[in-house]
């Protein structure tokens, strides 16, 4: 296994990283989907995450979350447990996840981001609303501020997604697959929006699943259950590499834990 | 079941005549907890929730017979505790089942809640001789029984669930919308799910003795989903959904009281007829708004295309008549004629019986028509990859979306002729 994990760029004396995973282990029901992930993610860096379906791209981004509960390991944001800087990190769902027939027009859901530094009692006032209207403004939605969600086309919604995250001002964004279904122009937005992103020093983790891209990420994680190499993107996205990652799973350790749930046939000593 | 359907049969006329202070005093509190139930309904009918709802009115008889047997009299305290605690039960129980069971959830709500209704009415027949616990109160309603603690209840809980809304509309708002992400943000979606679980616990209770268990779901999900046919924001649907509760109940009392029916029912057929309303009046779905929408792009269509056809015959040096007119557009003769009058009305035709011209803004107004048709033909054979044999029919509808003409224009590179080779009019004023 060629899995590398060199630092692209020293981490800066005193400064804590912005994610640092550490042997990070979540199953379902008995069946791993993670298995011992280490990983940091610098500041001001695009990080690709990329892998076969089921290779628990979306699980490690809830598990930074706190969404899901590690088996084992430990997540820390910018050095500290995530509960103590949970507004510095914001999170963009892939878009099917909600009703979108729920009655609220696309500059409800960017002011949405504000949320998550208002607490529980806190109402949005005119600096959220100019937050909000800007973060509409960096996704080219200005335009359909009050119209309903419905009404929006795939790549709007991505983009409305987009600018709720960007309301929300934090440092640090986890999206899942940002570009599923959106027309070749909110691609060209998005990517655009990250490059800015980073340069403002923000630090980003992308899955996707479209190959053609993989140029455009600073660094890239090929995961498959665990990470099968991770570092800058022209070294890692080599033919081997990729083969190595999707060319199914660890099938023997599969069946060793299915064993172990069901004792299956591998368990008899006949 | 049929015999205790015939004891629902009321005479209000004794002690609780219409308009007397009694009246006044039980019409207010329920339109107060039909405001409560209105605003929680939304969260209710916009999560999915609306099986579970029915299930915790259905679940509140054993926590209130336990609370009955408990304390032996039907006082209020007791019976909004038993409640708040069935109700959690019951949440928490279908929660676990459909968690560590292979049942979905809807099924183990259905589980669930017959299993705890079927506790309470087991536990009603095991009450000693000669406590008398009203099962045909619980189950209909029975505005008689209300007492002056009860209308204490209402007047208490309503107001104070209203409020309890109105503190923490916007964590309520992202944990219905997207939960997920509000659990990123911190927000703590669990404890609100159970909040709002028990406020609509505490709700139903309150409205139990006017409504009745089968009955007080419908106040929650009827004035909601009526709410939720009419506004594209949540929290106009909110106050929809609050002022329709409101209404429901009162005039389901009023009603109630002129017929001599039960006022659960009354007030439960009231918020369907608002319903049915609100579907049928819709601006966005609903039934006539459409037909008119539909009914006035019809006119636009038929007119344009008469004054294309006025065009295309004086380009041709045709006879205008209304006849030739008709024959040129192929529709009918009656249609034309009135076609003809909307647009003389509009100052782009001038019509005699015999003789059809356009006036000068008809006139641009049809070579508008032209270009919006050459321009769209060539943007389905250049971009839509239609073939040029096809495209004359489909653009016939699209022409009319003359006012898309500059972008198509602009998305192509202003093109001077379209696949057929035939001249596109420049844009007027150029």
């Known amino acids: 296994m060629t899995t590398i994990t060199r630092q692209p760029d020293p981490p800066v004396a005193g400064q804590p990283e912005p994610i640092e995973v550490v042997n990070a282990m979540v199953a379902y029901e008995g069946r791993p989907v993670l298995r011992s992930v280490t990983f940091t993610a610098p500041r001001g860096k695009l990080v690709g995450i990329i892998g076969p379906n089921g290779a628990g791209k979306s699980t490690l981004l809830k598990a930074i979350l706190g969404l899901i509960r590690l088996d084992s390991g430990s997540v820390r944001v910018f050095g500290q447990p995530l509960n103590k800087v949970r507004s510095r990190v914001a999170y963009v769902p892939q878009t099917e996840a909600v009703d979108w027939d729920f009655p609220v027009t696309a500059m409800d859901v960017v002011l949405m981001g504000s949320y998550a530094s208002l607490g529980l009692f806190g109402r949005p006032g005119a600096k959220e609303h100019a937050a909000a209207k800007t973060a509409l403004d960096q996704v080219g939605m200005t335009k359909y501020a009050k119209r309903h969600i419905r009404r929006l086309s795939g790549g709007q919604q991505q983009r409305v997604f987009l600018a709720r995250a960007l309301c929300q001002q934090a440092d640090v964004l986890l999206l899942d697959e940002p570009f599923a279904g959106v027309d070749a122009a909110t691609e060209k937005t998005i990517f655009a929006l990250m490059d800015r992103l980073t340069a403002e020093g923000k630090t980003l983790l992308v899955v996707n699943h479209d190959l053609s891209v993989l140029d455009r990420f600073d660094l890239l994680m090929l995961l498959n259950q665990q990470i099968m190499a991770f570092g800058p993107t022209e070294e890692v996205a080599t033919d081997d590499n990729l083969r190595l990652t999707y060319g199914g799973r660890l099938s023997l350790l599969d069946r060793a834990d299915d064993t172990l749930k069901h004792a299956g046939p591998e368990m008899r000593d006949d | ?430």
Not at chain 2, 363 to 379: C, D, F, K, P, T
């Open chain 2, 1 to 430: 079941m049929i015999e205790l359907l015939g004891q629902v049969e009321m005479d209000f006329s004794q002690w609780l005549a219409p308009f007397s202070d009694r009246w006044w005093q039980e019409t207010l509190c329920s339109a107060l907890v039909g405001v409560a139930c209105g605003v929680l309904g939304c969260f209710v009918v916009l999560r999915r929730m609306a099986l579970i709802g029915d299930a915790l009115a259905h679940a509140v008889l054993p926590g209130v017979v336990i609370a009955f047997m408990l304390t032996h009299s039907s006082g209020v305290v007791g019976l909004l505790l038993g409640a708040l605690l069935a109700g959690l039960t019951t949440a928490v129980l279908v929660n676990l089942v459909s968690r560590f069971s292979r049942t979905k959830e809807d099924s183990s709500i259905g589980i669930v809640f017959t299993a705890l209704f079927a506790l309470g009415i087991v536990l009603i027949s095991a009450l000693p001789r000669g406590v008398h616990f009203d099962l045909k109160c619980f189950l209909f309603g029975d505005p008689l029984a209300v007492g002056t603690a009860d209308l204490w209840m209402m007047a208490i809980i309503a107001p104070l669930v209203i409020l309890i809304v109105v503190l923490l509309y916007h964590p309520m708002k992202i944990s219905s919308f997207d939960p997920v992400v509000a659990a990123a943000m911190g927000l703590p979606v669990v404890l609100l799910h159970y909040l709002l679980m028990g406020m609509l616990s505490a709700t139903v209770v309150a409205g139990l003795k006017t409504t009745g268990v089968i009955l007080v779901v419908a106040m929650v999900i009827t004035p909601a989903s009526a709410a939720y046919q009419l506004t594209n924001r949540f929290w106009v649907m909110l106050v929809l959904s609050g002022v329709f509760g409101a209404l429901s109940a009162a005039l389901g009392m009023s009603v109630a009281f002129v017929t001599n029916a039960p006022t659960g029912p009354a007030m439960v057929l009231v918020a369907a007829g608002l319903f049915t309303l609100a579907v049928i009046f819709s601006p966005s779905h609903g039934l006539v708004f459409d037909r008119i929408r539909r009914w006035k792009l019809n006119l636009h269509i038929q007119s344009e295309d008469v004054l294309k056809a006025v065009y295309r015959l004086t380009e041709s040096d045709t006879p205008r008549t209304v006849n030739s007119v008709a024959e040129d557009a192929s529709m009918g003769v009656s249609r034309v004629r009135s076609m003809i009058d909307r647009l003389r009305t509009r100052g782009m035709m001038i019509a005699d019986p015999n003789r059809v011209e356009l006036t000068p803004k008809g006139e641009s107004r049809a070579v508008q028509m032209i270009r919006s048709h050459r321009l769209w033909e060539s943007y389905l054979v250049e971009r839509a990859q239609q073939d040029v044999s096809s495209v004359h029919d489909i653009a016939e509808r699209l022409e009319h979306a003359h006012g898309l003409a500059d972008e198509v224009a602009a998305h192509l590179g202003h093109p001077q002729f379209d696949p057929q080779g035939k001249p596109i009019p420049p844009k007027p004023g150029e």
